[in-house]
């Protein structure tokens, strides 16, 4: 298999704080890894690609000092929303690639649906 | 940049339709075309994946069509079933293998 895992599934949070989502390959090591927003009922927008040891990469437009993205191991990747307000509510979804295989696939985890009031 | 453009945005068919939904892309240099499914609050579920290099691929009741020149591809599911309901979504990686484009998604209901 190639089983990406995410963290939490949904998350409720008070506008002002901030909320970190976990990104994990289970079965394999992922060098890559990348995260994605989606709106409703609208589809699936690149924010940033992660990669082991080194900075993120952000997509124009998404505010790298909101949107903390941390690839510490070659298995775990974090999604930190600072100061999360309403109009950050969105789902989040991330994926990795495995060195060892075909380098383009992407391995999605379950998404995290982030509510903020 | 590259931009993929799915129609219709949404469907719905009585049980036991075959159907055709359609995937555009402005950009023609691309790795490999994708087709997922997603049902409501869910991840993604990859159905088919089409290689540049390929035309079609086929799975079950599922077929993709990649015409890479014209930039189209056509996911055509036969005997549509009521659990087959879901958002169908296109996604288009580039060249370099390591950037996907999704398409809006087309929201499908197969009626019983």
């Known amino acids: 298999g190639a089983v990406v895992s995410q963290h939490p599934s949904w998350v409720i949070c008070k506008s002002g704080t901030s909320v970190k989502i976990e990104c994990r390959s289970l079965?394999?090591?992922?060098?890559?890894m990348f995260w994605y927003r989606q709106f409703p009922k609208q589809s699936l927008m690149l924010m940033a690609t992660s990669n082991e040891g080194s900075k993120a990469t952000y997509e124009q437009g998404v505010e790298k000092d909101k949107f903390l993205i941390n690839h510490a191991s070659l298995t775990l990747s974090t999604l930190t929303v600072t100061s999360a307000h309403p109009e950050d509510s969105s789902f989040y979804i991330c994926s990795a690639t495995r060195p060892e295989r075909a380098k383009n696939i992407q391995y999605f985890g379950a998404g995290t649906r982030l509510s903020v009031l | 940049k590259q931009e993929v453009t799915q129609i219709p945005a949404a469907l719905s068919v009585p049980e036991g339709e075959n159907l055709v939904l359609n995937c555009s892309f402005t950009d023609s240099a691309i790795y490999n075309l994708q087709w997922f499914r997603q049902d409501p609050g869910k991840g993604l579920t990859s159905l088919l994946l089409?290689?540049?290099?390929?035309r079609e691929q086929t799975s079950g009741r599922l077929n993709a069509s990649l015409d890479k020149s014209s930039g189209r591809s056509t996911l055509y599911i036969a005997a549509s079933q009521p659990g087959d309901s879901a958002t169908y979504l296109c996604a288009v990686m580039n060249n370099a293998g390591n950037m996907l484009t999704f398409g809006g998604g087309t929201r499908l209901m197969v009626k019983p």
């Open positions: 089409i290689q540049s290099s390929q």
């Open positions: 079965d394999f090591q992922a060098t890559t």
